[in-house]
């Protein structure tokens, strides 16, 4: 007896319309409650919403690749525009020396030492901020200048031009959406940035001591192949900024329309990582991440999805899928967020995590010790990007302590 | 794939620290294969070829076994044990009395001897040694790079997985020493062309062999793993006690639970992800007491300085642990 092969609902949302970029809920809500696994008319791909559908497509590295992007393109059968990234493009057996190098070159070792460095860091830049008084851009003043100094210096990038390496993760991540008008009319500037970017990940231009050049030192121990080195290097610089930024910004938005939970983290400071880790689960920085089935076809939840066709994993809807979470929609940093899937999960969870823990941690520890409440000023302006929840501006009022 | 969906659908993550004996089978004179599978039937934690994992006997021996079945089989293990008489016990144990169905403590799995990128590879294998080179050439093969297996043991009958290898697309050099005596390394290597990497496992002698032959050759090209005999460290599945310095509070750690639940229950959350040591998010600085290290993320470096543990999955050497928390 066979068991009948179900056919996964229809939903004819596009999740990359302009109204669906700023306010992603409702969408999210109607692909997570229509099914485990539905089929977007749209776009011709299946898609998840659910918590542990994620969690499943995530942990089976076996049947769901990476290889064929984890943008909405197809590279079974479109050219990418871009070599893939690696590792982040990689399946095992290619994915595995990268990612080992990239582990090692971002250890907890390597992060305890920088430590004290970011968090004089941070301390200088709510200092400043402080100093001005008032309200300030909480987007343009302290999420994306103080990430943009600690971490390209740590990768050994020169100090110039650091606002457009924004700029080129921005486009880098609406690029794994479909190329519509979007991105045809930032496709010149994509072009030229993305030739910037990897004269940047050369050897000479990497200064000695920092990740850069620790891949490249690497490479030359035969760890990574030579071609690969700059490959890593530009994952790095791709992967570790704009999500980051955004990420911080999230945090900040969240308890400027929390002022409870500002309490709750001044009275006990312990808390910023945790803190960072439900700003990650409730924002969702990266909301869209393609995986793709192999040369065969998957058995998978009573569905068969043929050979090479795209899953896309709605990581914001997981996140507040209320079969996993309490109250998913509510910001609170009493929750345990562990587990989120605003990371990823298993062979390719963000390598990086662990750096921009530390960049939110020293930044929260900064601001919880000097700030004693902080407000919107004003209406805040989200940006469009296909795969990343983005802002432009987030006016905020700071209260010193 | 259901179980696992059903487990993350009741929030449920168990932490991996047990593993389950799913099959035993003799496969060369003295030498077992083991089949492993998680107790719940989920998904074993990933690995790539060179990995080994702790072995937690039930009579307190830890030993480290190099994986040498499928890692595209996502739930099940396998070692190869070769019996010493004049070991410590460890793999008298297991040809003795492990039986089906009985549940092991486990760590890892963790790699010192990872299979980097090469034009051709050349391994060389001696005795059991040929466990962790089994998964790097089925890579190999994968990525239709050409090799050369050099396997030298005692006699045919004792050489684990010859058969296995036969048919492999490479080329074999099987060296029984009663039939040849001792392989010349440096001879079967002969001029090593650039791009082309070197692995090494087996007795202590064979390496030093490989390591004078090495001498003329390019740097990084010989990659080995000496086995080495975790005799003294016992495991410690043992109740124990956590001190949470900062918080003040003692607690117990019963075998079947991790620290990070016990912290979670005692009302102090520790930040995790994967619950299988393999994310590192958890980590936590141990002022006092060592730790029984069972991830597969913190370098040697990391698990000898002792500074730091990640609760979700590691135990404790020590009656007490204090942590930083």
């Known amino acids: ?401 | 794939m259901n179980t696992a969906v059903a487990a993350a659908r009741a929030g449920l993550d168990t932490d991996a620290t047990s593993i389950q004996v799913v099959g035993v089978e003799v496969v060369a004179e003295g030498v077992v294969a083991v089949t492993l599978a998680d107790p719940t039937g989920r998904r074993l934690p990933p690995w790539t070829p060179g990995s080994h994992i702790d072995v937690i006997l039930p009579n307190g021996l830890v030993r480290q076994y190099s994986l040498c079945g499928d890692r595209w089989d996502a739930y099940t293990y396998r070692i190869a044990v070769l019996r010493e008489t004049a070991g410590s016990g460890g793999s008298e144990w297991i040809h003795t009395q492990l039986a089906e169905g009985q549940i092991l403590g486990f760590g890892g799995p963790r790699n010192h001897f990872h299979l980097v990128p090469a034009e051709r590879y050349l391994f060389i294998a001696g005795g059991i040694g040929i466990t962790p080179l089994l998964p790097m050439i089925q890579q190999a093969d994968r990525l239709k790079i050409p090799w050369k297996l050099l396997y030298g043991g005692r006699w045919r009958r004792s050489m684990a997985f010859a058969d296995e290898l036969t048919d492999a697309r490479g080329h074999v050099d099987l060296v029984p020493e009663n039939e040849f005596g001792r392989p010349d390394i440096a001879d079967w290597v002969g001029d090593i062309e650039k791009g082309t990497r070197v692995y090494c496992c087996g007795p202590a002698g064979l390496l030093d062999a490989a390591e004078r032959a090495s001498a003329n050759w390019l740097p990084h090209t010989l990659h080995t793993e000496r086995f080495v005999n975790g005799a003294g460290r016992r495991a410690d599945d043992r109740p124990f006690v956590v001190h949470l310095q900062r918080s003040g509070l003692d607690l117990p750690v019963a075998p079947g639970t991790s620290i990070l639940d016990a912290m979670a229950q005692a009302g102090v959350g520790v930040l995790s992800s994967c619950r299988q040591g393999t994310c590192g998010t958890c980590e936590v600085a141990v002022l006092a007491g060592r730790p029984d290290h069972r991830d597969s993320m913190l370098s040697e470096t990391d698990r000898d300085a002792g500074d730091c543990i990640l609760v979700c999955v590691s135990r404790a050497h020590t009656s007490t642990l204090t942590l930083d928390a």
């Open chain 1, 1 to 401: 007896m066979t068991t009948p092969v179900l056919t996964p609902p229809v939903v004819d949302d596009d999740p990359y319309a302009e109204e669906h970029l700023i306010d992603r809920l409702p969408v999210q809500q109607r692909v997570r409650e229509a099914g485990p696994v539905v089929y977007l008319s749209a776009l011709d791909v299946y898609a998840t919403g659910r918590y542990d559908v994620i969690r499943e497509v995530l942990a089976d590295w076996q049947h769901f690749h990476v290889g064929a992007g984890v943008g909405l393109a197809n590279f079974h059968v479109e050219k990418p525009w871009r070599p893939p990234a690696l590792p982040t493009e990689a399946d095992p057996p290619v994915h595995d020396a990268p990612r080992r190098v990239l582990t090692e070159v971002l250890s907890t070792r390597v992060l305890r030492r920088l430590r004290s460095e970011w968090l004089a860091e941070a301390e200088q830049s709510v200092d400043q901020v402080l100093a001005r008084g008032g309200v300030i851009d909480a987007m343009n003043e302290l999420a994306a200048p103080f990430p943009l100094k600690v971490f390209p210096d740590a990768v050994g990038l020169p100090p110039e031009r650091r606002r457009d390496l924004l700029a080129y993760g921005d486009l880098v991540f609406n690029a794994f959406g479909p190329q519509n008008a979007l991105f045809e009319k930032s496709a010149t500037r994509l072009t030229q940035l993305s030739a910037w970017v990897t004269t940047l990940c050369r050897r000479e231009n990497l200064a000695p001591g920092g990740f850069g050049a620790s891949i490249w030192e690497a490479a030359d121990r035969g760890e990574i192949t030579l071609e690969q080195a700059p490959l890593v290097v530009r994952s790095l610089v791709s992967a570790g900024i704009d999500t980051t930024v955004h990420g911080i910004a999230a945090i900040l938005h969240a308890f400027a329309t929390h002022p409870e939970q500002w309490q709750l983290l001044r009275k006990d400071p312990g808390l910023a990582r945790r803190a960072f880790d439900e700003a990650v689960r409730w924002a969702s920085p990266l909301q869209i991440v393609f995986h793709t089935t192999g040369d065969d076809p998957v058995e998978f939840l009573g569905t068969t999805i043929g050979p090479h066709q795209k899953m896309m994993l709605l990581i914001g809807a997981g996140n507040r899928d209320p079969r996993r979470w309490d109250a998913p929609n509510n910001f609170d940093l009493g929750r345990d967020p562990s587990g989120h899937v605003g990371f990823g999960m298993g062979l390719h969870q963000c390598v990086g995590q662990h750096v921009a823990r530390l960049e939110a941690e020293v930044l929260l520890t900064a601001l919880a010790d000097r700030v004693e409440h902080l407000e919107l000023a004003g209406t805040p302006e989200r940006g469009y990007n296909n795969s990343l929840q983005t802002w432009n501006t987030l006016p905020v009022r700071l209260v010193p302590a």
